[in-house]
């Protein structure tokens, strides 16, 4: 079978995406939502349920005219193995086809270790919830990794991650086709944790301008425009914890720049003053702390701003006051529709995001603001397994592969990517 024409994949795509989200579940539907003729649904669900992506289910109730059979997506056909990896530790997940998580699990695991002992880690975790769900690496469609560090998408390559040694330009891709045969994607995991929201249903409003900002031990932003990823050219818009908003040239980021966001404001930041408070007396929260675990750690520093402690609040308000003014400006600059706050030290209380909001609307026109909301992430440890879903399936579905599931596709029901004529290997870029 010649591979189709864009249009005639375009076509497909199409029906495939209305019969996933469950806007049309019949022929009929199909027809009236893109206004193709009776035989060319026909032809094009046949072909759809022939590549294994469709199967038909019960008969609809009649409305006066001749019973149409349902149609449904096989979103329990294979699975996607997913990951989103952090400083200190990642989470791994197992989901469907639908981007539900149906098995996930968190580790601890510094970054800074290296890829090779990292990726096997994550490997044997991916492989433990995949034998505990009853499956084996033939049920993989796709694998989804999230990165804490630039990654250049076309490539799924670490760029000279700051708090990455030994990442940069590591083969993630080729390592985990050879592990898993099968196709896969990697991003930064503030672009899955964005996207996992953006997908998510429930947001207030319009969500289509999204602005996603994780506040843990790094600051990043993932965009969404018109509903849509915004990676920029080369896959690293967003990343606001290197933007500077200081001169002051005596604290150096792990980038190793100066007056970075992150650098005074972030986790590793907040650690780093709560440490020199403690040693210098100015807390006694935060010296009885650092005196019974030998160290000072954000979490710490938060617990101490909740408990009272007039110096842990004067460091998170800071902090607060300074990542606002950079959310600010993207308000300005960008004006989104929502701006989501997640990551550790986005949870760390009331006062602290209140110093981001009052920060935003102070310093943001307003009339980008009138209409403007900043709440927290809804999605907890699962957001990035979700998103790292959605990126893989994507990519699946997308024009620019699904060529291959049509000109390879087998008639017996059982998608052509589970065999062995090569066709993970043609859907995966080199």
């Known amino acids: 079978m010649d591979e189709p024409s864009p249009e005639l994949l375009e076509s497909y795509t199409r029906l495939l995406d209305l019969v996933r989200s469950g806007v049309a579940d019949t022929r009929p539907a199909l027809s009236q939502r893109t206004g193709l003729g009776r035989t060319a649904i026909t032809q094009r669900t046949t072909t759809l349920l022939d590549a294994g992506l469709l199967e038909e289910g019960d008969l609809n109730p009649s409305t006066g005219g001749r019973q149409a059979r349902t149609l449904r997506f096989r979103k329990d056909a294979g699975r996607i193995l997913t990951a989103e990896l952090g400083a200190t530790g990642f989470t791994a ?9 149906l098995a996930m699990t968190h580790k601890d695991c510094d970054i800074a270790q290296g890829p090779d002992p ?11 919830l995949l034998t505990d769900l009853g499956g084996d690496t033939s049920d993989v469609w796709g694998v989804g990794l999230g990165l804490p ?4 998408f076309a490539t799924a390559r670490p760029s000279e991650p700051p708090i990455m040694p ?16 099968a196709p896969v994607w990697v991003d930064n995991e503030v672009n899955l944790l964005c996207l996992g929201e953006l997908r998510t249903p429930g947001l207030p409003g319009e969500p289509g301008d999204l602005l996603y900002v994780k506040i843990g031990t790094g ?16 896959g690293c818009a967003g990343d606001i914890g290197h933007a500077a908003v200081s001169d002051d040239n005596s604290v150096v980021c792990r980038c190793g ?21 403690a040693r210098s007396g100015e807390s006694p929260a935060l010296a009885a702390v650092l005196s019974a675990k030998g160290t000072v750690t954000a979490a710490d520093v938060t617990a101490a701003a909740s408990a009272g402690d007039h110096h842990a609040v004067q460091l998170m308000v800071s902090a607060g006051r300074r990542i606002g003014a950079m959310l600010a400006t993207m308000v300005n600059f960008y004006n989104p529709s929502t701006i989501l ?43 990035g397994l979700v ?11 997308s024009v620019r592969h699904f060529g291959k599931w049509l000109h390879e596709g087998s008639p017996s029901g059982v998608p052509a990517m589970h065999g062995s004529n090569g066709f993970r290997a043609g859907l995966t870029p080199a």
């Open 219 to 234: 600051i990043g932003a993932g965009i969404s425009h018109g509903g849509q990823l915004h990676r920029g050219a080369q």
């Open 341 to 383: 706050l997640g990551g550790k030290i986005a949870g760390a209380g009331d006062l602290f995001l209140a110093t981001i909001r009052e920060t935003i609307y102070r310093r943001s026109l307003p009339l980008s603001t009138r209409e403007l909301r900043i709440e927290k992430a809804r999605l907890g440890e699962e957001g």
């Open 93 to 101: 997940g197992v989901t469907d086809l639908m981007g539900t998580v």
């Open 257 to 277: 720049k100066t007056g970075c966001l992150e650098a005074v404001a972030g986790g590793a930041a907040l650690a780093r003053d709560g440490e020199r408070l």
């Open 387 to 397: 998103g790292a879903a959605y990126m893989v399936l994507d990519e699946l579905f």
């Open 149 to 152: 560090g630039p990654v250049e």
């Open 166 to 181: 030994g990442w940069n330009n590591y083969p993630v891709r080729q390592r985990l086709v050879a592990r898993y045969d």
């Open 118 to 128: 990292v990726l096997a880690e994550v490997e044997s975790a991916l492989d433990a």
